[in-house]
C-alpha cells in the first residue's frame, strides 16, 4: 500500500506567496500602462491643438501672400491672413496642459449628487428645483430647494446658509451652490459681447456652451416660447450621464445662465425624451419662480 501524500505547508517561497507576488506585479504593470495611456492621450490632445495653430497659421500666410500677389482684393486677404495668424497664435499658446476624462467628472459629479440628493430626500423637500440669482459674481445664482409645494422664495441673505429655517413656513428648504455657476463664469469670460436680456439668444448661446466649449453633451435642439416663458432643450449623448440626476451641469448651466441674464429665478425639470432624436428634455419656467 502507497503511503499517503503528506500536506503541503505554506511557508516563504511557497506558491501561494508568489501567486501573491504576481498579482501585485500585475497590479503594477496595469498602474504604470494606465499612466502610459494618460500621458499619451495628454500628447495626443496638445498634437492635436497645436496642428490646428499650424493649418491656422498656413491660411494666414497665403492670404497674405495673396494680398501681394492679388491687389484688387488685398483688403480682404489681408483681414483674412491677419484674423489666421491671430487665431494660430491664441490656439497654439492657449493649448490645455491636462485633460480630464469625462468618466473622471462623472464619477464626482455623481459622488456629490447621490449626497444631495439624500440630503433632501431626508429632509422631506420637493423635487422643485429653482435658481435664483444674486447680485454678486460669486455665486451667480443659488439653487434653492423649497419644502413645500406652495413655496415663497426666501430672501437673498436666507440662501447663503445651507438650510433655510425662516419664520415662514412657506421659505423653509435647503439652498446649494450649483455645479454650473463656475461653468457660466467661464461663458462670460470668453463672451465677446452682451449676449442681452432675450431668452432665446441667451438659450441658445448658453446650449453652445454647454456642446461646443464644456462637451457636456454631444447634441442640443433649443425650443423658447417667450410668451409662456418657457424653455425647452432636447440633450442627447451626455458625457455626465443620466440628467435627470440632482443638478446636472447641463441643466445647471442652462438654468444659472438664464437666471443672471433675465435677473428673475428660474425652476429646472429634466425628463426623459419619449423619441429617438434626443435622450433627455430640460425645461426651464421663469414665470412661476418670479
Known amino acids: 500500500m502507497s503511503e499517503r501524500q503528506q500536506p503541503t505547508t505554506v511557508t516563504d517561497g511557497s506558491p501561494a506567496e508568489e501567486g501573491e507576488d504576481d498579482l501585485q506585479l500585475r497590479l503594477e504593470l496595469l498602474r504604470e500602462e494606465n499612466e502610459r495611456l494618460r500621458r499619451s492621450y495628454a500628447v495626443a490632445r496638445r498634437t492635436s491643438y497645436r496642428r490646428s495653430a499650424l493649418g491656422l497659421a498656413g491660411v494666414g500666410a497665403v492670404a497674405l501672400a495673396g494680398a501681394v500677389l492679388f491687389p484688387a482684393t488685398r ?26 476624462a469625462a468618466d473622471v ?9 447621490e449626497t444631495e440628493a439624500a440630503l433632501v430626500e431626508d429632509l422631506g423637500l420637493t423635487d422643485r ?11 451667480l445664482a443659488w439653487l434653492y430647494v423649497p419644502q413645500h409645494v406652495d413655496y415663497t422664495l426666501p430672501d437673498a441673505d436666507a440662501l447663503t446658509a445651507p ?19 463656475p461653468l457660466v463664469r467661464e461663458v462670460e469670460r470668453a463672451r465677446s459681447g452682451d449676449p442681452g436680456a432675450e431668452p432665446a439668444a441667451v438659450v441658445e448661446g ?12 454631444e447634441d442640443l435642439r433649443v425650443d423658447v416660447d417667450s410668451e409662456d416663458a418657457r424653455a425647452t432643450v432636447a440633450v442627447r449623448a451626455s458625457a455626465f450621464g443620466s440628467l435627470d440626476r440632482f443638478d446636472h451641469p447641463v441643466q445647471s448651466v442652462l438654468a444659472v445662465g438664464l437666471a443672471q441674464a433675465l435677473d428673475t429665478p428660474v425652476t429646472g425639470e429634466t425628463t426623459r425624451a ?10 426651464l419656467r ?5
Do not use: C, K
Not at 448658453?206 to 462637451?215: K, P, R, S, T, Y
Open 75 to 100: 483688403d480682404v486677404l489681408l483681414a483674412l491672413g491677419g484674423t489666421g495668424l491671430f487665431a494660430a497664435i491664441l490656439t497654439y499658446y492657449l493649448t490645455p496642459e491636462r485633460f480630464i
Open 105 to 113: 467628472g462623472s464619477s464626482v459629479y455623481g459622488a456629490m449628487a
Open 163 to 181: 438650510l433655510v429655517v425662516g419664520d415662514d413656513p412657506a421659505e423653509r428648504g435647503a439652498s446649494f451652490r450649483p455645479t454650473g455657476d
Open 286 to 290: 421663469w414665470d412661476e419662480a418670479a
Open 129 to 139: 428645483t429653482v435658481y435664483v440669482p444674486t447680485d454678486a459674481s460669486d455665486p
Open 206 to 217: 448658453l446650449a453652445d456652451a454647454v456642446g461646443e466649449q464644456f462637451e457636456l453633451a
Open 274 to 283: 419619449e423619441n429617438e432624436r434626443a435622450d433627455y428634455l430640460v425645461t
